[in-house]
T-cell receptor, first 113, second 115 residues
Framework: QKEVEQNSGPLSVPEGAIASLNCTYS??????FFWYRQYSGKSPELIMS????GDKEDGRFTAQLNKASQYVSLLIRDSQPSDSATYLC?????????????FGRGTQLTVWP | SQTIHQWPATLVQPVGSPLSLECTVE??????LYWYRQAAGRGLQLLFY??????ISSEVPQNLSASRPQDRQFILSSKKLLLSDSGFYLC??????????????FGPGTRLTVL
């Protein structure tokens, strides 16, 4: 059983700050990594996917992957109150014929004005 | 573009009553389909997945069942609901282009309360 660990938070940052969300996973066969955002009472929506070591930037979001350390993170620059949500980390096994995702339990982020 | 629909959006059912939740996907063919449950304050639990019509796999033994009568339709059912079945039910789809890189997209969800 794959383990995906996230700090449950809550993580609280002021508006305009950088929010850093972290995720670790239990084995080295994980291939693909995803960050989802879930607003209260809503379904998860995809923010970022990352497959290779290093950084991937999309607007205010940067995903960082270090497969050797089994660590993936999400940085949110210039945080806004609208970024307040729970952020879910998910991983897929290399070679998966199904695309089964393993989710962490999420980190709750609050951005205060 | 692809869209995913779920209905109903909310449902309140008595214990012991049957359940039928429906999910449909538009704009893609032969998707992988998934049912998840998210109980209050807990993580996402994969319940069922399907790689094709009438091909269903169960992750967690329970009083729920799933069916896929058409390529883009996925149904979650129960004959008798339990209190513990309350939660937020999410359907998701993915299409595998390169093995191990599937991206799952979620529907809007059905919030089920069993009383």
């Amino acid at each position: 059983q794959k383990e995906v660990e996230q700090n449950s938070g809550p993580l609280s940052v002021p508006e305009g700050a950088i929010a850093s969300l972290n995720c670790t996973y239990s084995d080295r066969v994980s291939q693909s990594f995803f960050w989802y955002r879930q607003y209260s009472g809503k379904s998860p929506e995809l923010i970022m996917s990352i497959y290779s070591n290093g950084d991937k930037e999309d607007g205010r979001f940067t995903a960082q992957l270090n497969k050797a350390s089994q660590y993936v993170s999400l940085l949110i620059r210039d945080s806004q109150p609208s970024d307040s949500a729970t952020y879910l980390c998910a991983v897929i096994d290399r070679g998966s014929t199904l695309g089964r995702l393993y989710f962490g339990r999420g980190t709750q982020l609050t951005v205060w004005p | 573009s692809q869209t995913i629909h779920q209905w109903p959006a909310t449902l309140v059912q008595p214990v012991g009553s049957p359940l039928s939740l429906e999910c449909t996907v538009e704009g893609t063919s032969n998707p992988n389909l998934y049912w998840y449950r998210q109980a209050a304050g807990r993580g996402l639990q994969l319940l069922f997945y399907s790689i094709g019509i009438d091909q269903i796999s169960s992750e967690v033994p329970q009083n729920l069942s799933a069916s896929r009568p058409q390529d883009r339709q996925f149904i979650l059912s129960s004959k008798k609901l339990l209190l513990s079945d309350s939660g937020f039910y999410l359907c998701a789809w993915s299409v595998q282009i390169i093995k191990g890189t599937d991206t799952q997209y979620f529907g809007p969800g059905t919030r089920l309360t069993v009383l």
